[in-house]
């Protein structure tokens, strides 16, 4: 998803904020993706790494642990580490979704091969547990390893739900903290270890970044039925067309009549797409509500995450993520 609509962007101030800390990262990347036997690495992790991301995830690390008041260097192996595990799961996603673009430039694996894409997403996870190992901090280890198990269990789970009628809000929402989530909320949780903060707000943090993880992929999820294609980089009905069951159609099938219900099991089930089925699937969607609906969810996930902001000090740090709470929705309000 991208966040390039608005005039105020709380994610460009917050990276006008965290600048320093984010030229040490940028170089710690680009010197830990480095090869010396296997110059094919650092050219696929290049086109990815330097796409012109946002790298939101490493700054919420970087944001954490100076809402704590950390003055260390380790944040910097932590929010370098987070954007690792990040570019390795897009390039395996790649490969698992066939995708063809990506930030609006050809995938990975269309520009060089599967293989390549799969074992340097590989050695991205390698380099990812190097770095956090350096830490020496075992806390950080396992929140991690935890967040990097869940990330793959959420993306083998929606291989079985993404197509099933069957799937229910209750499913969705355990994809969801697996593949988005896990690693805003591992992202933010880190930052408040690496610092030393208290109980509290660790939890805060980790609950801060949960909520918007969902929030942020329940919005994706909207936009691909609603978006401005020129804001979105998507068209419109393109998770239709992958016949990926996401929050919007979950809620339509919940409502579905019998011959709606089947219309879902041809179109997303079977994959029998006719011309049509797109402006069908949309009066659906209208007709009971599924759109209005999802966007209230995102609205209560945005705020969920901006609550969590009371439990933690007082800091301009505090104010930049109350506003990227608000703003990750404010295209769908």
Same mark, same amino acid.
């Given at each position: 998803?991208g966040?390039?609509?608005?005039?105020?962007?709380?994610?460009? %101030?917050? %990276?006008?904020?965290?600048? =320093? $800390?984010?030229?040490?990262?940028?170089?710690?990347?680009r010197?830990?993706?480095?090869s010396?036997? =296997?110059?094919?690495?650092?050219?696929?992790?290049?086109?990815?790494?330097? =796409?012109?991301? $946002?790298?939101?995830?490493?700054?919420?690390?970087?944001? @954490?642990?100076d809402?704590?008041g950390y003055?260390?260097?380790?944040?910097?192996?932590?929010?370098?580490?987070? *954007? &690792?595990?990040?570019?390795?799961?897009?390039?395996?996603? !790649?490969?698992?979704?066939?995708?063809?673009?990506?930030?609006?430039?050809?995938?990975?694996?269309?520009?060089f091969?599967?293989? /390549?894409?799969?074992?340097?997403?590989?050695y991205?996870? @390698?380099?990812? &547990?190097?770095l956090?190992?350096?830490t020496?901090?075992?806390?950080?280890?396992?929140?991690?390893?935890?967040? /990097?198990?869940?990330? =793959?269990?959420? *993306?083998?789970?929606?291989?079985?739900?993404?197509?099933?009628? $069957?799937?229910?809000?209750?499913? #969705?929402?355990?994809?969801?903290?697996?593949?988005t989530?896990?690693?805003?909320?591992? @992202?933010?949780?880190?930052?408040? +270890?690496?610092a030393?903060?208290?109980?509290?707000?660790?939890?805060?943090?980790f609950? #801060?970044?949960?909520?918007?993880?969902?929030a &942020?992929?329940?919005?994706? !999820?909207?936009?691909? #039925?609603?978006?401005?294609?020129?804001?979105?980089?998507?068209?419109?009905?393109?998770d &239709?067309?992958?016949? $990926?069951?996401?929050?919007p159609?979950?809620?339509? +099938?919940?409502a579905?009549?019998?011959?709606?219900?089947a219309?879902?099991?041809?179109?997303?089930?079977?994959?029998?797409?006719?011309?049509g !089925?797109?402006?069908e @699937?949309?009066?659906?969607?209208?007709?009971h509500?599924?759109?209005?609906?999802?966007?209230?969810d995102?609205?209560?996930?945005?705020?969920?995450?901006r609550a969590?902001m009371?439990?933690?000090?007082?800091?301009?740090?505090?104010?930049?993520?109350?506003?990227? %709470?608000? #703003?990750?929705?404010?295209?769908?309000?």
């Amino acid at each position: 998803m991208g966040l390039d609509h608005a005039a105020t962007k709380p994610h460009e %101030a917050l %990276a006008a904020h965290l600048e =320093a $800390k984010m030229r040490d990262v940028n170089a710690l990347i680009r010197d830990r993706m480095a090869s010396r036997h =296997a110059p094919r690495i650092p050219q696929v992790t290049a086109h990815l790494v330097e =796409a012109g991301g $946002k790298r939101l995830r490493p700054m919420l690390t970087l944001a @954490a642990a100076d809402l704590c008041g950390y003055d260390g260097t380790f944040d910097v192996h932590l929010a370098a580490t987070v *954007e &690792f595990i990040h570019t390795a799961t897009l390039l395996h996603d !790649d490969v698992v979704d066939e995708s063809a673009q990506r930030r609006g430039r050809p995938t990975a694996n269309l520009l060089f091969d599967n293989k /390549s894409s799969v074992l340097t997403g590989d050695y991205l996870f @390698a380099r990812a &547990f190097q770095l956090m190992v350096e830490t020496g901090s075992l806390r950080v280890l396992d929140i991690l390893a935890n967040a /990097s198990a869940t990330i =793959a269990e959420g *993306e083998v789970l929606q291989l079985t739900a993404a197509r099933n009628l $069957k799937t229910d809000e209750a499913i #969705y929402l355990q994809v969801v903290r697996g593949k988005t989530a896990a690693l805003f909320s591992a @992202a933010t949780e880190v930052g408040g +270890v690496i610092a030393g903060a208290d109980q509290a707000q660790i939890g805060a943090l980790f609950s #801060y970044g949960d909520a918007l993880g969902i929030a &942020f992929q329940i919005v994706d !999820d909207l936009l691909d #039925y609603q978006g401005d294609t020129k804001a979105t980089g998507k068209n419109v009905g393109d998770d &239709f067309r992958e016949r $990926k069951l996401t929050l919007p159609v979950i809620k339509a +099938v919940a409502a579905a009549t019998e011959s709606e219900r089947a219309f879902w099991a041809r179109t997303i089930e079977k994959g029998d797409q006719r011309d049509g !089925d797109l402006e069908e @699937a949309l009066h659906l969607l209208d007709k009971h509500g599924a759109l209005d609906a999802t966007r209230q969810d995102a609205l209560s996930w945005s705020a969920k995450a901006r609550a969590q902001m009371a439990a933690l000090p007082d800091h301009p740090v505090r104010d930049m993520l109350d506003d990227l %709470a608000d #703003y990750v929705v404010a295209r769908v309000t």
